[in-house]
C-alpha cells in the first residue's frame, strides 16, 4: 500500500487560532457580523433537556397530550407560512415516529402555544389521528429524542391540503421550504 505525503504549511500557533475563531464569528454573507437565520425555541424545555410530563401521552405514558409551545424568530424574508413537526427518531425500534404534524400556520404568527388547536391545520400522525401525539417511549428504554423542527415556506398560510402525513407534508414543501430549525428534547419513562 502506497503512502501519500501531502505538503505541510507552517503557521504560527497565533495566526492559526485566529483564523479558526474568525471561521465562526464571520460570514461572508453577512458582512463579518456572526451569522443570523430562523431560530427555534420552546418555552417548555431547553434544547437537549427534558421535555415535561404534561407534554406526554395520558395513561401509561405519563402525561396530560398538551401539544408543547414553539416560537419561530428571525424567518426568511420571504416566507409566508411555517410547519412544525414532531418527530422521535428513536421510536419504532429506529425507525422513528411521528407525533405530530402542523402546517399552514402564517408565518408572522411566531408561534403556537402549549395547546393551541386553532387557526392552522394538523395532519395524521403515526396512529393515523389527525392529531398532536404525546410520546410514550417503551418503558426502560434510555431518553428518546424529539426532534420539533419549524420549517419557513413560502405557501401561503391556506396552501396545503388537510390530513397530511409527515411524508406528504416533506413532499410538497420541496422547491417552497426556504429554511428550518430545530430543537431536541429528551423523555424517558
Known amino acids: 500500500m502506497r503512502t501519500l505525503r501531502l505538503p505541510t504549511l507552517s503557521i504560527p500557533a497565533v495566526a492559526f487560532a485566529s483564523?479558526?475563531?474568525?471561521?465562526?464569528?464571520?460570514?461572508?454573507v453577512t458582512g463579518g457580523k456572526a451569522p443570523t437565520g430562523l431560530k427555534v425555541t420552546s418555552s417548555a424545555f431547553a434544547d437537549n433537556t427534558t421535555i415535561p410530563a404534561e407534554h406526554a401521552g395520558v395513561g401509561d405514558c405519563g402525561?396530560?397530550?398538551v401539544s408543547m409551545p414553539v416560537a419561530w424568530t428571525q424567518l426568511p424574508a420571504k416566507a409566508k407560512s411555517v410547519a412544525v413537526l414532531l418527530w422521535d427518531p428513536d421510536g419504532a425500534a429506529g425507525l422513528g415516529v411521528s407525533h405530530w404534524v402542523a402546517y399552514n400556520i402564517a408565518a408572522e404568527r411566531g408561534q403556537l402555544k402549549a395547546g393551541e388547536t386553532g387557526g392552522f391545520t394538523v395532519g395524521t400522525n403515526v396512529a393515523g389521528a389527525i392529531a398532536y401525539r404525546g410520546m410514550c417511549p417503551p418503558v426502560g428504554d434510555h431518553p428518546h429524542h424529539y426532534v420539533l423542527t419549524v420549517v419557513a415556506s413560502d405557501l401561503a398560510p391556506d396552501a396545503l391540503p388537510a390530513a397530511l402525513t409527515r411524508d406528504a407534508l416533506l413532499a410538497a414543501l420541496k422547491g417552497h421550504a426556504l429554511g428550518g430549525q430545530s430543537v431536541v428534547g429528551l423523555y424517558s419513562r
Open 19 to 28: 483564523l479558526m475563531a474568525g471561521c465562526t464569528a464571520m460570514s461572508p
Open 63 to 65: 402525561g396530560k397530550n
